[in-house]
DNA sequence: AAGCCCATCGGTCATGAGCT
DNA sequence: AGCTCATGACCGATGGGCTT
């Protein structure tokens, strides 16, 4: 936990495992330690300096030019650039080491930030989910501890909360739409945060939420009737029979359209019923969903 | 301007060893 | 056994600088 193999490097940072090799041979940048069988690893400092020049790197400057800055030089540098999307991955970068670091007052000082400036949208589309993506890598390799997904998870859902409560009240009528989870899906933001842009058009929404079981969104169902169904689908566990539940789901609510979103749809063994359908990605699911 | 040389960068391949 | 990792050799693309 929190020592992260070059693969992890890779991952993260985007940079091929051989380039690392070789730039830390050519260039004596992103030393690793070894184990005691010569394998590389790294630690959160590490990351944090590889991220730096990963970021450096894809915005054109060359390594012989990176490898030769001291940290202040690399940082006033970082400071100078204005384009966006370096910004962005910049803030990205940052959120990132405030969960490792679990320092909860940077991370929420980042967010309001970004929030203030440019809003829950925005904020959410292009800062949260980037986030989310690099978190969801690491959680998925048992990089990061559970506390510290929830730590930071926490403190975003507690601000799409609070948009959704600061939404004027809508007038009761038909609910449109129920949003749920399955058992075991505990990550709700992506789905939470399609409920606020729903709430947001005045749709009617039944936020059942994460971890909810089939009985449980049957009665509901029975006495609400929703007009739609979405769910998305994040972890896959071993023990989870994808397409059977699908299928499951699909018989139960034969008159009704079932959106699904989720990344593990696009394996080949998945059929979307006559009543569902599928979307690959979340943004995707998004824009359909607030279309309807 | 065109041709050439050379350094740099990052990619592939082969090989051997570690990991699960 | 099959995947992952480390390393070295090699190769092609790019670009700067120099000569013709």
Redesign the pocket.
Known sequence: MNRF???DIENLTG?????I???????GIMQ?R??V????YYDAADLKLALRIALL?NYGY????ISSMNEQEMNSLIQKITDKDFKLQLIVNELLEATLAMDTGHFELLLNMYLKKHGMEHTMESLVFNFLEKIGLMWMTDRLFPAQEHLVSNIIYRKLALAIEQLPLQPAQTPEILLFLPEGEIHDIGLQYVNYLLLKKGKQTIYLGPNAPLSEIQFVYDAKHPKYIYLHLTSIVEEFDGNKYLQQLSGMFPDTTIFVSGAMLTSRKYKASSNMRFFYNLTEARNAIIAL
């Open positions: 193999s070059i693969r940079i091929k495992a051989h380039t090799r070789i730039w830390e041979q050519r260039y690793a070894r184990t069988t010569n394998i590389r790197n060359k390594i012989s030019r």
